[in-house]
């Protein structure tokens, strides 16, 4: 049961009532967006909640699987929340406005042409710091948005404030805040009249399972990632994904964040050394990127390399090679700044087939296009790839 997985014997740690955003804009409204809050070309979609996640590589076939099988957490926004604009509401005296001026200044956010609500104006600057990975500086702005929220009286607005509180402390690694925080987020929507089956649930869940795999808790881990994608699956049934174009925004929703269930659960069985599982659940989610996203997109060309990775640790080396030329074609399309990582797993896999010569020259490949697109970690797997070369030519 979902309400078992969420918030059995959980502590009630924020006590507040919320009201639930309205899904569609309205005049004098903010919608302040947690969807992609990395890359803007990753929204390609009206709503994508599907994250992009950097392409590892690992040129070392002997360490791959100790390297790759490292569990790597994702972010990702739980709902889009509408926070009232300064016409309908305002501070209780010209001191506070002044004096959050003057703090708006110190932390160098510039005075837009047109007047806009101080709280939206720390709220964005938060979301900034979260973008440039400055968790600690997002935590401290946004807290200061948050006590400006109580000043009002704005629900919505803390709420909205928890949740991306919650986000900087799952960033952070402090899983125990993050899930006090999802948690209590989760309370509150349901409260509220949240369905338990909802996108923003859903979501939510999903960072929880996470949260426990990372804690090596694997029934709740299991459970949690289970809920997600058969609660997920269940909404696919209704949607005619033959007809992309036609989808309403919500819907786009709810498959993109089925993949993401799904993506997710791969690596967590990747993680656990279920191999075959894995490579399974990662087509899946390819599937819909492909259909979705399109070929070239970031994310069809990271779960390409992820689907290669597991072709390889299954020594099911021509579908690895298979799978990276084809991420390596698609991203030369693209320009895909992960090409120099691309090829430096190609080359890894020639290796690992024997294949010396063609890894050599994927490897010098990955280094070349690594220096010049300054991909740092990919420079340095093709060095020592090379450097393993040089020395078994020397032997």
Same mark, same amino acid.
């Given at each position: 049961?979902?309400?078992?997985?969420?918030?059995?014997?959980?502590?009630?740690?924020?006590?507040?009532?919320?009201?639930?955003?309205?899904?569609?804009?309205?005049?004098?409204?903010?919608? =302040?967006?947690?969807?992609?809050?990395?890359?803007?070309?990753?929204?390609?979609?009206?709503?994508?909640?599907?994250?992009?996640?950097?392409?590892?590589?690992?040129?070392?076939?002997?360490?791959?699987?100790?390297?790759?099988?490292?569990?790597?957490?994702?972010?990702? %926004? =739980?709902?889009?929340?509408?926070?009232?604009?300064?016409? /309908?509401?305002?501070?209780?005296?010209?001191?506070? %406005?002044?004096?959050?001026?003057?703090?708006?200044?110190?932390?160098?956010?510039?005075?837009?042409?047109?007047? &806009?609500?101080?709280?939206?104006?720390?709220?964005?600057?938060?979301?900034?710091?979260?973008?440039?990975?400055?968790?600690?500086?997002?935590?401290?702005?946004?807290?200061?948005? +948050?006590?400006?929220?109580?000043?009002?009286?704005?629900?919505?607005?803390?709420?909205?404030?928890?949740?991306? +509180?919650?986000?900087?402390?799952?960033?952070?690694?402090?899983?125990?805040?993050?899930? !006090?925080?999802?948690?209590?987020?989760?309370?509150?929507?349901?409260?509220?009249?949240?369905?338990?089956?909802?996108?923003?649930?859903?979501?939510?869940?999903?960072?929880?399972? /996470?949260?426990?795999?990372? *804690?090596?808790?694997?029934?709740?881990?299991?459970?949690?990632?289970?809920?997600?994608?058969?609660?997920?699956?269940?909404?696919?049934?209704?949607?005619?994904?033959? !007809?992309?174009?036609?989808?309403?925004?919500?819907? !786009?929703?709810?498959? +993109?964040?089925?993949?993401?269930?799904?993506?997710?659960?791969?690596?967590?069985?990747?993680?656990?050394?279920?191999?075959?599982?894995?490579?399974?659940?990662?087509?899946?989610?390819?599937?819909?990127? &492909?259909?979705?996203?399109?070929?070239?997109?970031?994310?069809?060309?990271?779960?390409?390399?992820?689907?290669?990775?597991?072709?390889? +640790?299954?020594?099911?080396?021509?579908?690895?090679?298979?799978?990276?030329?084809?991420?390596?074609?698609?991203?030369?399309? %693209?320009?895909?700044?992960?090409?120099?990582?691309?090829?430096?797993?190609?080359?890894?896999?020639?290796?690992?087939?024997?294949?010396?010569?063609?890894?050599?020259?994927?490897?010098?490949?990955?280094?070349?296009?690594? *220096?010049?697109?300054?991909?740092?970690?990919?420079?340095?797997?093709?060095?020592?790839?090379?450097?393993?070369?040089?020395?078994?030519?020397?032997?």
């Amino acid at each position: 049961m979902a309400e078992d997985f969420l918030v059995q014997d959980k502590p009630q740690i924020l006590g507040m009532s919320i009201a639930i955003p309205s899904p569609y804009p309205e005049e004098r409204c903010l919608l =302040v967006k947690m969807y992609n809050m990395r890359n803007s070309f990753w929204r390609v979609l009206s709503t994508c909640i599907f994250k992009y996640r950097t392409c590892n590589s690992y040129c070392k076939c002997i360490q791959c699987k100790e390297t790759y099988l490292k569990y790597k957490r994702k972010d990702a %926004s =739980v709902f889009s929340i509408k926070l009232t604009d300064s016409g /309908s509401k305002s501070f209780s005296s010209k001191h506070k %406005s002044f004096l959050l001026a003057g703090i708006l200044t110190w932390l160098g956010l510039k005075k837009e042409e047109k007047e &806009e609500d101080p709280l939206i104006s720390v709220i964005k600057l938060g979301i900034l710091n979260m973008q440039k990975k400055e968790y600690n500086t997002a935590e401290n702005i946004l807290h200061l948005a +948050l006590k400006l929220a109580q000043e009002r009286q704005d629900m919505e607005a803390q709420r909205y404030i928890f949740d991306l +509180l919650a986000n900087v402390a799952f960033e952070k690694g402090d899983f125990p805040k993050a899930e !006090k925080l999802f948690i209590q987020v989760t309370k509150e929507l349901l409260a509220t009249g949240t369905a338990f089956d909802d996108n923003s649930i859903v979501e939510i869940s999903l960072k929880l399972a /996470s949260i426990y795999s990372q *804690r090596e808790e694997k029934e709740k881990a299991e459970k949690g990632f289970q809920f997600c994608i058969s609660t997920q699956q269940s909404k696919l049934d209704s949607i005619d994904l033959s !007809k992309v174009d036609a989808l309403s925004d919500n819907q !786009k929703d709810t498959v +993109l964040l089925w993949a993401m269930c799904v993506d997710w659960y791969a690596r967590y069985l990747l993680a656990s050394g279920m191999l075959k599982d894995a490579k399974e659940n990662f087509q899946k989610a390819l599937d819909i990127s &492909e259909q979705i996203n399109g070929i070239s997109h970031p994310q069809t060309l990271v779960l390409l390399n992820d689907i290669g990775s597991v072709h390889s +640790l299954l020594n099911e080396t021509d579908l690895a090679i298979e799978n990276f030329k084809k991420a390596i074609k698609w991203s030369s399309e %693209s320009e895909s700044p992960d090409l120099p990582a691309f090829y430096c797993n190609l080359g890894a896999t020639y290796l690992q087939s024997g294949n010396v010569s063609r890894g050599e020259e994927a490897c010098r490949t990955a280094l070349r296009l690594a *220096r010049k697109m300054k991909h740092t970690v990919a420079e340095a797997d093709a060095t020592e790839c090379l450097k393993e070369l040089k020395d078994l030519k020397n032997q």
